[in-house]
C-alpha cells in the first residue's frame, strides 16, 4: 500500500473553484484502486503547535501500488479540469509513506 498525504493552500477567494475541481478529482481515486481516508479541513482552534502556515485541506489517500496512483494522475477526464486546480491551488506539499 501507498499512502499519500497532500498539504493544500489555497489563494483567497478561490474556494468554490478547488471544490469544483475536488468533486472531479476524488471521485476518480476510487478508479485506480484508491481510497479517501480523512480529508480534513483544520482550524485554528483544531491546531495545537505549528511552525507553518495552516494548510486549507489536508488529505490521506491510499493507493493500492505506485503505479495505481500515477495512473490516477494521468486520468484523461481528470486532466481536463487541472485548470481549475490551477486556479484555485497557491501551494500543495505532497508527503509519500506507507504503513509501518
Same mark, same amino acid.
Given at each position: 500500500?501507498?499512502?499519500? *498525504? ?21 471521485? *476518480? ?13 483544520? *482550524? ?20 493500492? *501500488? ?35
Amino acid at each position: 500500500m501507498l499512502f499519500i *498525504t497532500q498539504l493544500i493552500y489555497i489563494i483567497k477567494g478561490q474556494e468554490s473553484i478547488f471544490h469544483e475541481f475536488e468533486e472531479i478529482a476524488i471521485p *476518480t481515486i476510487a478508479k485506480y484502486n484508491g481510497k479517501l481516508l480523512l480529508r480534513l479541513r483544520p *482550524t485554528a482552534e483544531s491546531c495545537i503547535e505549528s511552525s507553518m502556515e495552516r494548510p486549507y485541506e489536508v488529505h490521506l489517500v491510499e493507493f493500492e *501500488t505506485m503505479q495505481d496512483f500515477e495512473d490516477f494522475k494521468l486520468d484523461e477526464n481528470r486532466k481536463k479540469f487541472l485548470h481549475l486546480k490551477e486556479q484555485s491551488i497557491k501551494a500543495s506539499i505532497l508527503i509519500q509513506g506507507s504503513k509501518l
